[in-house]
Nanobody, 121 residues
Framework: QVQLVESGGGLVQAGGSLRLSCAAS????????MGWFRQAPGKEREFVAV????????DYTDSVKGRFTISRDGAKNTVYLQMNSLKPADTAVYYC??????????????WGQGTQVTVSS
């Protein structure tokens, strides 16, 4: 079992930065791929980024490439999403997830509760 607790969401102006954290509990955390998804009001949840079990590989959706960076710290059982050059279109509830790879949310076995990110103009 993996339990995920997210933090770091908030309100930021366009062009600003925000760092999301997802703290995981469970002895098998380091064996899971970890992903970030987001969902804006009235829209489907979409894939943002994923990182593999040892942090050596990562993928991003095109809209965040060059602006967002996913990373993980195995010693702290935490995965991060550093978000730079934020745009109003990035406004969404952000979720961390464990156990999958890529854009298919059905592949992920565990989900956090979500944290709100709001980017103002």
């Amino acid at each position: 079992q993996v339990q995920l607790v997210e933090s770091g969401g908030g309100l930021v102006q366009a062009g600003g930065s925000l760092r999301l954290s997802c703290a995981a509990s469970g002895r098998t955390f380091s064996t899971y791929n970890m992903g970030w998804f987001r969902q804006a009001p009235g829209k489907e949840r979409e894939f943002v980024a994923v990182i593999n079990w040892n942090g050596g590989n990562a993928d991003y959706t095109d809209s965040v490439k060059g602006r967002f960076t996913i990373s993980r710290d195995g010693a702290k059982n935490t995965v991060y999403l550093q978000m730079n050059s934020l745009k109003p279109a990035d406004t969404a509830v952000y979720y961390c997830a464990a156990g999958g790879w890529g854009p298919s949310e059905s592949e992920y076995n565990y989900w956090g509760q979500g944290t709100q990110v709001t980017v103002s103009s």
